[in-house]
């Protein structure tokens, strides 16, 4: 300091400190950003929706202990954490065949949880089902849990879901994927007809509006996964493969032409059924280790409204479609997504009261190929 600035009682300027780190994620080094360095992703790339992603020889920051001021401490519920432990180490890994995809709903997800409420408990609410399929004797404790973070989830997601925007598009696709994931599961419950399509298409709706902000975000593998198995129906269909099975479903569309009057309902059904007939081809020419869940769920973003509004009218001929897609989720194997099994049986047992005596041998097929047995002798 000069001796003119003594003088005139000017303090002297200091330099304020300035931390600097060189352990923040390499998204933001990119970005050249500041990095909170949040781990499993640091809260920057979680409000932009980026893949967070840290240098393996990072060690997570050691956080100083906090003072947690005067009052009563809330326990912890161990319940809740039961049910994350459940999600993160077991759950997540019977979602996909795709080990790469492991990490994604291991890490990933559970982050986007943190930053929204609704995810959480979409978590909370599939790993509850999961414990109760594993440990039928304990299903007492684990269901009450699954419908009460589902509902909850459910309430919560309603403003995310009707507003959609740049930082809760993710968050809004993965509640959508993990409710239908709880859907197929409830057969544990009370699911519907067609709950799980609602949902499905649900979720395909926020693809279509958020795709390329979707596709950079940090869950962008999962929908290139997902796309991978669009593709793979559209290729078959392209190079004209046929499987016997699929017989069965010109036959269901000769009857339904040769009976159908309205013109607009003849090709609602055709559309349903010539997107069936792509599920088939997949299903019924490719390894069973090698199906996804996807393989399923594609038929229901497939389908025109006007056959959804059938199958809510509950006709005749959409039913019958139905218990044709019954076949469908019966080939994908079980063991590996646990979601679904007894889930043809579900639909089986929802769709064969409805069917009238006059349509009853349209679907002998079905009946046979998915091993369904009515609680009386099938008559035909």
């Known amino acids: 300091m000069s001796a003119v600035e003594a003088d005139r009682g000017v303090k002297p300027h ?63 519920n161990i319940l809740d954490l039961e049910l994350m432990h459940q999600f993160v180490t077991s759950t997540c890994l019977k979602i996909h065949n795709d080990p790469k995809m492991a990490r994604i709903w291991s890490i990933n997800v559970p982050a986007l949880g943190f930053s929204h409420d609704f995810v959480m408990h979409g978590i909370l609410a599939l790993a509850a089902l999961h414990l109760a399929y594993l440990k039928p004797e304990m299903r007492d404790r684990y269901l009450p849990q699954a419908t ?25 696709y993965i509640f ?9 599961a409830s057969t544990l419950g009370d699911a519907g007809i067609s709950e799980w399509i609602v949902f499905s298409r649900q979720t395909y709706s926020i693809i279509r509006y958020s795709n390329e902000r979707l596709f950079a975000g940090p869950l962008g593998p999962m929908f290139a996964a997902g796309a991978k198995r669009s593709e793979i129906q559209n290729q078959l269909a392209d190079e004209g ?65 006007e056959y959804l509004a059938l199958l809510k009218e509950q006709t005749q001929e959409a039913l019958v479609i139905m218990v044709f897609f019954a076949a469908v989720p019966h080939r994908v194997d079980t063991k590996r997504h646990w979601f679904l099994e007894g889930f043809s049986v579900h639909l089986m047992s929802r769709i064969y009261p409805l069917i009238n005596e006059q349509h009853l ?20």
């Open 14 to 76: 200091k330099r304020r400190p300035h931390r600097k780190t060189r352990s923040g994620c390499l998204t933001c080094k990119r970005r050249k950003t500041k990095c909170d360095e949040g781990r499993p992703s640091c809260g920057k790339c979680i409000h932009h929706e980026l893949t967070c992603e840290y240098a393996p020889s990072n060690a997570a920051p050691v956080s100083p202990a906090t003072s947690i001021g005067f009052g009563a401490v809330a326990p912890l």
């Open 361 to 380: 041998p349209w679907i002998e097929w079905p009946l046979r190929e998915v091993g369904w047995v009515s609680a009386g002798e099938v008559k035909m």
């Open 241 to 305: 493969l046929e499987v016997p099975q699929a017989e069965h479903l010109t036959q269901l569309l000769s009857r339904i032409c040769e009976t159908t009057a309205d013109g607009w309902k003849r090709e609602a059904y055709r559309q349903a059924i010539d997107e069936l007939h792509k599920a088939f081809r997949v299903v019924y020419s490719q390894p069973l280790d090698t199906l996804e869940a996807a393989d399923v769920y594609i038929w229901a973003h497939r389908i025109s409204d």
């Open 176 to 184: 959508s994927g993990l409710t239908l994931l709880y859907t197929f």
């Open 148 to 172: 009460f973070h589902h509902e909850e989830g459910l309430r919560k997601a309603t403003p995310a879901l009707s507003q959609l925007e740049e930082g809760n598009t993710s968050a809004a």
